[in-house]
C-alpha cells in the first residue's frame, strides 16, 4: 500500500519564478494537505483540498495556489518566488475532510537563490 | 503568546529512562491533538492522538491530556536510541486538517 508520495524530492530555483508542486494522496485517502516547514520550525499549514476545492486555507499570500485532481492527487503552486519560500514543502492525506489523523509525505525541499 | 510551546530542547536522556515531552497551547477551543515524530531530513510520522481528557496508552507511549490547563504531554517509556528525533505536537480547533504546530522538541536517548 503506497504511502502519501511527492515529487520532486528537491527543487532549485531562482527568486521570481514559479514552481510546481505535486502530491499523491495514500490510498483510500481523498483529502490533501500542503505545509510549509521551515528549517528548525513545526509545519505551516497552507491550504486543505477535497472534492477539488479548496477548504480550508491559513495564512499565506495568494502567491500560494492548489488544485485537486478528480484522481484526489494534488499540485501545490507558488509564484514570484521569495527567498523565504525556502522550505520544506509538506503534503499530508486523509480519509475525509473531516478526517483529522494525516499522514505525511517524505517531502520536497525548495530552495530559492 | 505562541499558539503552541513546547518544552525546549534539545532534551537528553539515558537509554531505558522515561522521556517526558510537554505541549502548552494558547486555544481554548481546541478539540484534536497530536504527537508526531520527525527524524532529521525526514517528513513528520503519527505517533499519538488524543481527543479527551486523560491518559492514552500505545505500547511504550503515553499521551496525556488536560484541556482545562490546556496541557498535552508524551511519555516514552523505556527509551532507545531509535527514538532520538524532534517531536512535534499538533493542535486542531475543528474538523479538518488545519494542524497548528508546535517548535518541537528535539530528543536525544544516549546509548
Same mark, same amino acid.
Given at each position: 500500500?503506497?504511502?502519501?508520495?511527492?515529487?520532486?524530492?528537491?527543487?532549485?530555483?531562482?527568486?521570481?519564478?514559479?514552481?510546481?508542486?505535486?502530491?499523491?494522496?495514500?490510498?483510500?485517502?481523498?483529502? %490533501?494537505?500542503?505545509?510549509?516547514?521551515?528549517?528548525?520550525?513545526?509545519?505551516?499549514? *497552507? /491550504?486543505?483540498?477535497? @472534492?477539488?476545492?479548496?477548504?480550508?486555507?491559513?495564512? /499565506?499570500? &495568494?502567491?500560494?495556489?492548489?488544485?485537486?485532481?478528480?484522481?484526489?492527487?494534488?499540485?501545490?503552486? !507558488?509564484?514570484?518566488?521569495?527567498?523565504? &519560500?525556502?522550505?520544506? #514543502?509538506? =503534503?499530508?492525506?486523509?480519509?475525509?475532510?473531516? +478526517?483529522?489523523?494525516?499522514?505525511?509525505?517524505?517531502?520536497?525541499?525548495?530552495? !530559492? %537563490? | 503568546?505562541?499558539?503552541? @510551546?513546547?518544552?525546549?530542547?534539545?532534551?537528553?536522556?539515558?537509554?531505558?529512562? *522515561?522521556?517526558?515531552?510537554? =505541549?502548552?497551547?494558547?486555544?481554548?477551543?481546541?478539540?484534536?491533538?497530536?504527537? #508526531?515524530?520527525?527524524?532529521? +531530513?525526514?517528513?513528520? @510520522?503519527?505517533?499519538?492522538? *488524543?481527543?479527551?481528557?486523560?491518559?492514552?496508552? &500505545?505500547?511504550?507511549?503515553?499521551?496525556?491530556?488536560?484541556?482545562?490547563?490546556?496541557?498535552?504531554?508524551?511519555? *516514552?517509556?523505556?527509551?532507545?536510541?531509535? &527514538?532520538?528525533?524532534?517531536?512535534? =505536537?499538533?493542535?486542531?480547533?475543528?474538523?479538518?486538517?488545519? /494542524? %497548528? /504546530?508546535?517548535?518541537?522538541?528535539?530528543?536525544? %536517548?544516549?546509548?
Amino acid at each position: 500500500d503506497a504511502g502519501v508520495t511527492q515529487s520532486p524530492t528537491h527543487l532549485i530555483k531562482t527568486r521570481g519564478q514559479q514552481v510546481t508542486l505535486r502530491c499523491s494522496p495514500k490510498s483510500g485517502h481523498d483529502t %490533501v494537505s500542503w505545509y510549509q516547514q521551515a528549517l528548525g520550525q513545526g509545519p505551516q499549514f *497552507i /491550504f486543505q483540498y477535497y @472534492e477539488e476545492e479548496e477548504r480550508q486555507r491559513g495564512n /499565506f499570500p &495568494d502567491r500560494f495556489s492548489g488544485h485537486q485532481f478528480p484522481n484526489y492527487s494534488s499540485e501545490l503552486n !507558488v509564484n514570484a518566488l521569495l527567498l523565504g &519560500d525556502s522550505a520544506l #514543502y509538506l =503534503c499530508a492525506s486523509s480519509r475525509s475532510w473531516a +478526517g483529522t489523523e494525516a499522514f505525511f509525505g517524505q517531502g520536497t525541499r525548495l530552495t !530559492v %537563490v | 503568546q505562541k499558539e503552541v @510551546e513546547q518544552n525546549s530542547g534539545p532534551l537528553s536522556v539515558p537509554e531505558g529512562a *522515561i522521556a517526558s515531552l510537554n =505541549c502548552t497551547y494558547s486555544d481554548r477551543g481546541s478539540q484534536s491533538f497530536f504527537w #508526531y515524530r520527525q527524524y532529521s +531530513g525526514k517528513s513528520p @510520522e503519527l505517533i499519538m492522538s *488524543i481527543y479527551s481528557n486523560g491518559d492514552k496508552e &500505545d505500547g511504550r507511549f503515553t499521551a496525556q491530556l488536560n484541556k482545562a490547563s490546556q496541557y498535552v504531554s508524551l511519555l *516514552i517509556r523505556d527509551s532507545q536510541p531509535s &527514538d532520538s528525533a524532534t517531536y512535534l =505536537c499538533a493542535v486542531n480547533r475543528d474538523y479538518g486538517q488545519n /494542524f %497548528v /504546530f508546535g517548535p518541537g522538541t528535539r530528543l536525544s %536517548v544516549l546509548p
